[in-house]
């Protein structure tokens, strides 16, 4: 498959294309009235020449169809639900039937096996297991391998390595940021990188850079692979580097990928950079049709010297919109406004500064403004009060973040439209 | 009776403790007591002056954040105990004291004890049961 020639690959592509468009308008009543005021019935749908006169999906779908409304299946063969954060408190629910779990388990250990995991390898998988996909999604794939899969997910870093050395683990699945709190951490406690048998990782969930990169594998003595996904899509797998390192390919026998005008919404020519929207033809419990990612990226048109036909997609580098990713957690600056606006003493001005000290994880630090009217001269009111933010915004996003109270009119109003987000982290090519 | 303190809500950034005295300066506002509470991040300065209008205007003007406390000043004997007695007046009757600061004056062998207190007229009748001399703003000022 990964191999496949491109005619056949778009052949199976329009096959796959017309049988969602088809399920979709027939089982998913948002869909049918999406295609009805866009005026195109499924026999439209005739190959990949007609993807675009389909309507995008957006995150608004999700969200007007909370929670299941946009399955394309009955419950009863839902056999899986995860959950990402929204925008405005309900969050972004996608449904797995059971071949569809097998789908992501396939991409998955094709993602694996590009960096060379094979059976007998032990992964060590630090992705969050829960609600979040990338626990479970790296998960079945390295089942699928045939590999000795350790569940440890995330935190708790000094048994994490402890657990590394004595079970000898060979791969390394978790956020670019937690493998250098682990480099680090292991540093600390006098392991010696060189000699452990760890030999590839996988490091998505979170943006990150060549830079990084560099330091990752200089630091673990690995290949340090960028794999990518969003949770609408299926989870992680939707695409992974192979060892030219060289960008990420897509599995588009599943995810068809398009690169977009975030403006306009017209493709934009190969090579050119824009945001990529994906179709997701095989799914069965979500099947969804251009949706975009807000994910800012270009496809690369050359082929790779590796020999997969698979197309590669660029290192994310932005988003269209003003989503953080932080973590793993997807936080948007409404959601920190829906929390302040519910607290006294502080304005709803604030600021979001993102930041990545050197091996150490990403962090938040909300500074808000102290409120003129409410403000008290007692330092234990004021900290009861950034105490309220905290664990207002811990409890809302599932996110420690510091908080930091600041003067007011410190944070800067341009254009009548005050700057949210301050991303210090460098996210450089 | 009570006095009108000035609370200012400073950022530890470099400067700008520099700008409210200036800024004060410039009003013709005299200072006649202050304290500064500080967290790693912020401060709050807590100021005593001739004119507290005056100051709170001129602070607002420049962009500060400043809030009006009332606060209540009493006149104790500059000697060793002096303070403890003023304190004990208060704690004896259960109140409870949020924060004080001292200065001593140019008034005989008197200090004077700034105390802001959430209860203010039980400790100002507190205070008046044992004699203590509550200063007006106006004696205050004179200081």
């Known amino acids: 498959m990964e191999f496949m020639e491109s005619s056949a690959l778009r052949a199976l592509q329009s096959k796959r294309l017309r049988d969602a468009v088809k399920r979709a308008y027939e089982r998913v009543p948002h869909y049918r009235a999406k295609l009805d005021a866009a005026g195109v019935k499924p026999a439209d749908i005739r190959g990949m020449d007609d993807l675009e006169r389909l309507p995008f999906t957006t995150k608004d779908d999700l969200r007007e169809t909370y929670p299941f409304g946009m399955f394309a299946v009955p419950m009863d063969e839902v056999v899986r639900i995860h959950a990402s954060s929204g925008t405005t408190g309900k969050s972004t629910v996608v449904g797995y039937t059971r071949k569809d779990v097998a789908t992501w388990a396939e991409v998955m250990a094709r993602t694996l096996a590009a960096g060379g995991t094979h059976r007998g390898d032990i992964v060590q998988n630090s992705y969050g297991y829960g609600l979040f996909t990338g626990g479970l999604g790296a998960h079945y794939g390295?089942?699928?391998?045939?590999?000795?899969?350790?569940?440890?997910?995330?935190?708790?870093?000094q048994r994490q390595i402890q657990i590394m050395q004595d079970?000898?683990?060979t791969v390394l699945c978790c956020t670019p940021s937690y493998a250098l709190v682990i480099a680090e951490t292991g540093k600390e406690m006098g392991v010696d990188w060189d000699a452990m048998p760890l030999r590839v990782g996988f490091f998505g969930a979170e943006p990150w850079s060549q830079t990084m990169r560099a330091e990752i594998e200089n630091a673990l003595k690995v290949h340090a692979l960028d794999i990518y996904g969003l949770s609408e899509i299926i989870g992680p797998g939707v695409g992974f580097e192979c060892l030219e390192k060289t960008g990420l390919h897509l599995n588009e026998d599943h995810f068809y990928p398009e690169v977009i005008d975030p403006a306009t919404g017209t493709q934009m020519k190969p090579g050119e950079r824009g945001e990529v929207v994906f179709t997701a033809f095989t799914k069965e419990a979500l099947p969804l049709l251009r949706y975009r990612t807000r994910d800012l990226t270009r496809l690369i048109p050359e082929p790779c010297p590796c020999g997969r036909t698979l197309r590669r997609m660029e290192r994310v580098t932005g988003r269209s919109d003003d989503m953080l990713i932080i973590r793993g957690v997807n936080v948007f600056p409404s959601q920190i406004e829906q929390v302040l606006i519910g607290i006294e003493g502080?304005?709803?001005?604030?600021?979001?500064?993102?930041?990545?000290?050197?091996?150490?994880?990403?962090?938040?630090?909300?500074?808000?403004?102290?409120?003129?009217?409410?403000?008290?001269?007692?330092?234990?009111?004021?900290?009861?009060?950034?105490?309220?933010?905290?664990a207002g915004i811990e409890n809302a996003l599932g996110l420690h973040v510091s908080v930091k109270l600041v003067e007011p009119k410190t944070i800067e109003r341009s254009m009548g439209k005050a700057k949210r987000v301050v991303d210090r982290r460098d996210l450089g090519q | 009776m009570t006095t009108v303190q000035i609370s200012v809500f400073l950022e530890n950034k470099s400067g700008r403790l520099a700008e409210v005295t200036r800024t004060l300066a410039e009003a013709g506002v005299n200072i006649r007591a202050l304290s500064l509470a500080e967290t790693i991040d912020y401060g709050v300065l807590r100021l005593i002056v001739d004119k507290p209008t005056a100051a709170k205007d001129a602070l607002t003007r420049v962009g500060f954040t400043v809030s009006e406390t009332e606060v209540i000043a009493v006149e104790m004997p500059d000697r060793p105990g002096g303070l403890a007695e003023v304190v004990d007046m208060l704690t004896r009757g259960g109140l409870n004291i949020e924060y004080l600061y001292a200065f001593v004056g140019q008034r005989g062998q008197n200090a004077v004890v700034i105390i802001r207190i959430d209860t203010v007229p039980e400790a100002l009748a507190a205070l008046q049961a044992r004699s203590a001399h509550v200063l007006s703003a106006a004696e205050l000022s004179k200081i």
Request: charged share 25%.
């Open chain 1, 346 to 390: 502080t304005t709803p001005n604030y600021l979001l500064v993102v930041d990545r000290k050197p091996r150490q994880m990403d962090e938040l630090e909300v500074q808000v403004e102290v409120s003129a009217e409410r403000f008290s001269d007692e330092i234990a009111k004021l900290e009861a009060v950034a105490a309220r933010i905290r």
């Open chain 1, 142 to 157: 390295a089942e699928l391998i045939g590999a000795s899969v350790i569940p440890t997910s995330g935190g708790q870093t």
């Open chain 1, 167 to 169: 079970f000898g683990a």
